[in-house]
Nanobody, 125 residues
Framework: QVQLVESGGGLVQAGGSLRLSCAAS????????MGWFRRAPGKEREFVGA????????YYADSVKGRFNISRDNAKNTVYLQMNGLKPEATAVYYC??????????????????WGQGTQVTVSS
């Protein structure tokens, strides 16, 4: 199995920044599409962003475009989510996920095969 472990969450002021990391271990990581999702209190899990296995293409939810950036370092088996201009509504548990099939829908949670345990991000107003 592939294990994914998120880190970097915490408490930040509105307008601040955080950089989340997701470290992968187990089977091959570099060929997977990697996604970030989040679940806010009382809400369904939603797509945040995704990045292709090579890092050449990335995708973002409209709500975070221009403020969040996803990247990956395959040599380190790690994917990152740089979050800038954080708003209180960004408070959520953030999850990274790995998608084996690169031809699927990148924004659909049910397309991903492996999930991390999540890391809490809290944005204070």
């Amino acid at each position: 199995q592939v294990q994914l472990v998120e880190s970097g969450g915490g408490l930040v002021q509105a307008g601040g920044s955080l950089r989340l990391s997701c470290a992968a271990s187990g089977r091959t990581f570099s060929r997977y599409t990697m996604g970030w999702f989040r679940r806010a209190p009382g809400k369904e899990r939603e797509f945040v962003g995704a990045i292709s296995w090579s890092g050449g293409r990335s995708y973002y939810a409209d709500s975070v475009k221009g403020r969040f950036n996803i990247s990956r370092d395959n040599a380190k088996n790690t994917v990152y989510l740089q979050m800038n201009g954080l708003k209180p509504e960004a408070t959520a548990v953030y999850y990274c996920a790995a998608k084996v099939d690169s031809s699927g829908i990148y924004s659909a949670a049910n397309e991903y095969n492996y999930w991390g345990q999540g890391t809490q991000v809290t944005v204070s107003s």
